[in-house]
């Protein structure tokens, strides 16, 4: 057991009273020479919300003094959920009121508080460990001689005072940034101070850099970084690959990649073997980036720091440079590359069964035969196109097995419970000057299903492996949802006519899975898939395998794609380690029981902080789009019904509200129960997934705002 691992049990189950730093050392019989270091384990311990220290300089476990280590997660109303650290504890809510200073990602320690939302814990923050938000984005409002930053992102539900010596020469309406020099307090904004103007508001290319500062990410990779990279070779030679004994040449194996047609990094390609009448053989091959990038050098640094490749609207942040993500590590067709391997045999049980009956993992030596996009593989599974069949002859009996394998995977999948949520996904294409002029819907369709299975399925192989093994590893994690939140998502769906199974003693993800498949084609699907999304956990990164609720399976890892996310390049590291050497040896796990729980938390705040990024450049361009159609008619169904009026949904699923005051043939009321809006004297009715034409009236692109003015209900 590692000193950290040590350490932690003692003070849970042996030690009965918060200690000094001397009393720890004098229990634990730590010699003279070795004190510095196990003060630095302490100092790391409270860093990472393991260890709480009170205002007397006095240790403990966070539970022995009542308190809760996690992030901060705050919410449109102001209010905030704290996301434990401890994947098996509940959310806790949080009231602006009992905030006390922390803002959104902010990692903190909170203290239990009696709750008024029936079985849901509640708490106020007790300690901020660390802040996230140092600088802040956004539109500046100013006044004689002060201003406030009103912050792009609304999560940061605070606007920044600045005082007149911090404004630094910025002007009312210009995109800036602030450093935070003051945190907030209880009835007290925060104060910052002006360090850099991005440019008017309205610039063209100011509404995405000001995304890219919200990240703090540097656009560029430093020259320490680039350096590392001019040692590293641009091809595969053959002496790398036969002064390793332990790298299967797979030069000769079929395979292929698949990917959308603007990708350049290409992870992962696939293969598949018929082994005899019923069993066959899947390859998943993913580019060995650990290779290269070796642990503690400056490349690995800054991967660890940027944690996740970032794709906004009109560029993509890497997290490695282009002389790796997309040459040397990026498996391009026709070119060797070094990759790991898992393979899996699966016997087939009549004209549904599948069961895994072998598996392996590998380094290996790969050469793929073709780079193929999801739309040519979709051409030929589902158009026969000839002209596509003859360009890929050679792998055409193979693709053809490849989607049988799909078929089978998928449905076992979700006979097992897996959750199988149907949001559609827009493509914004944008001109030269970066102005959106098109909003495309993408299908999810057999050939990026197949990528998919396939994925999952080396996923699983190699979290159960580490996980059969006992050694250190990170997973990905997704918790099973608290009870209260499932209730509460019952009770809602009861409006339409749905219930859900087991509720009272702990949800299956089956009987979820069994109400999206219930309101597929429905009027009320997406409202009911969005508040069950809200109404479950999100998944996380762990160094504990507490399964993946989501995908119904009990073990979980992301691995396959290394080349633009940080945990799969660390569980590459520690599966390359185990399967060369047969074990880790226990300094290496000592190692990784102190390093895992960082990097966890630390990939796991990056990757939030990127689907924000992502999320909101769309939201933005998706705005943008309609600015010029100020006046114009569309037909759209209602995605929403609140209080104050009814979300519309246009088919190129730009969302709008139109406002209940602006409904003019009566007086509206909102009915919570039923779900609806009703007319006071007419009785008229508006339901989710009623279809109706609207005329947008106003755009907001600072607030994100669509507004519409409702012309009829379609029959």
Not at 76 to 86: C, E, H, M, T
Not at 217 to 224: A, E, T, V
Not at 617 to 643: A, Q, R
């Amino acid at each position: 057991m590692s000193a950290r691992s040590e350490l932690l049990k003692k003070l849970r189950e042996d030690v009965h009273r918060p200690l000094s730093k001397e009393e720890i050392f004098e229990k634990f019989e730590i010699d003279k020479s070795q004190q510095q270091m196990f003060s630095d384990l302490l100092d790391d311990l409270i860093k990472t919300g393991q260890i709480f220290k009170n205002s007397q300089g006095l240790y403990g476990v966070p539970e022995k003094f009542n308190l809760i280590g996690g992030r901060i997660e705050k919410i449109a109303s102001g209010n905030a959920f704290l996301i434990p650290d401890d994947p098996e504890k509940e959310d806790v809510y949080i009231s602006s009121a009992n905030m006390n200073g922390a803002m959104h990602n902010d990692k903190v320690f909170v203290r239990p508080v009696p709750s008024d939302r029936g079985k849901s814990q509640a708490g106020e923050v007790a300690e901020i460990i660390e802040r996230v938000n140092k600088e802040v984005v956004g539109n500046l409002e100013k006044y004689k001689n002060y201003g406030f930053l009103i912050p792009d992102n609304k999560r940061i539900c605070n606007d920044i005072f600045i005082p007149p010596e911090a404004l630094n020469d910025a002007e009312n309406g210009q995109k800036v940034v602030a450093k935070i020099n003051r945190w907030p307090e209880k009835n007290r904004n925060p104060e910052g101070e002006i360090i850099e103007i991005l440019g008017d508001k309205d610039d063209a290319g100011v509404d995405i850099e000001a995304i890219i500062r919200q990240l703090n990410l540097p656009g560029k990779f430093s020259d320490k970084v680039l350096k590392q990279t001019e040692n590293i070779p641009d091809q595969v030679s053959e002496d790398t690959i036969t002064k390793d004994d332990q790298r299967q040449d797979l030069r000769d194996l079929k395979l292929v990649t698949i990917d959308g047609p603007d990708a350049k990094d290409f992870d992962d390609a696939v293969s598949i073997e018929k082994l005899s009448d019923d069993v066959y053989r899947l390859g998943v091959h993913i580019a060995d980036v650990s290779h290269y990038v070796t642990e503690d050098s400056p490349l690995d640094e800054e991967a660890f720091s940027r944690a996740t490749s970032i794709y906004l609207v009109d560029r993509v942040i890497p997290m490695l440079p282009e002389k790796l993500s997309n040459g040397i590590c990026s498996l391009n067709p026709q070119v060797d590359r070094l990759t790991m391997t898992v393979f899996i045999d699966y016997r087939y049980h009549g004209k549904k069964g599948i069961e895994i009956i072998d598996h392996d993992i590998t380094k290996s030596v790969i050469n793929s035969n073709h780079r193929m996009t999801y739309g040519e593989a979709q051409d030929i599974l589902e158009d026969n196109d000839q002209a596509k069949k003859d360009e890929y002859s050679d792998f055409i009996e193979e693709l053809k097995m490849m989607n049988e394998l799909r078929r089978r995977l998928r449905q076992n999948r979700f006979e097992e419970g897996s959750m199988d949520f149907n949001f559609p996904e827009v493509k914004v294409e944008l001109d030269e000057d970066g102005h959106p002029v098109n909003l495309k819907k993408r299908k999810h369709r057999e050939a990026e299903q197949l990528i998919e299975e396939f994925m999952i399925a080396a996923n699983r192989i190699v979290a159960a492996e580490m996980s059969w093994r006992e050694m250190p590893f990170i997973y990905r994690v997704h918790e099973e949802p608290d009870l209260d939140r499932m209730q509460q998502f019952n009770e809602f769906i009861h409006n339409f006519g749905y219930r859900l199974k087991g509720v009272k003693n702990g949800v299956h993800p089956r009987a979820l899975q069994e109400i999206l498949e219930d309101v597929r084609g429905t009027k009320e699907e997406k409202i009911i898939e969005t508040v069950m999304l809200r109404s479950l956990k999100k998944a996380v990164y762990s160094e504990k395998n507490v399964g993946h609720f989501g995908l119904g399976i009990t073990h979980y890892s992301h691995f396959t794609s290394p080349i633009r996310r940080y945990p799969d390049l660390t569980a590459h590291r520690i599966i390359k380690e185990t399967v060369t050497e047969g074990y880790l040896s226990q300094k290496r796990q000592d190692e990784l029981d102190i390093e895992l729980p960082k990097i966890a938390d630390h990939c796991s705040l990056q990757e939030r902080r990127a689907m924000e990024a992502e999320r909101d450049s769309v939201d933005l361009k998706k705005i943008e789009f309609m600015e010029d159609k100020i006046g114009e008619e569309f037909e759209g169904i209602i995605s929403g019904i609140t209080g104050f009026g009814m979300f519309v949904e246009l088919e190129n699923t730009v969302e709008g509200l139109v406002h209940i005051k602006n409904l003019r043939d009566d007086y509206y009321h909102y009915d919570e129960e039923k779900y609806h809006l009703i007319g006071e004297r007419t009785k008229k009715i508006y339901r989710i997934g009623d279809e109706v034409k609207v005329k947008v009236t106003k755009v907001n692109r600072d607030e994100r705002e669509l507004d519409f003015e409702l012309l009829e209900k379609i029959d």
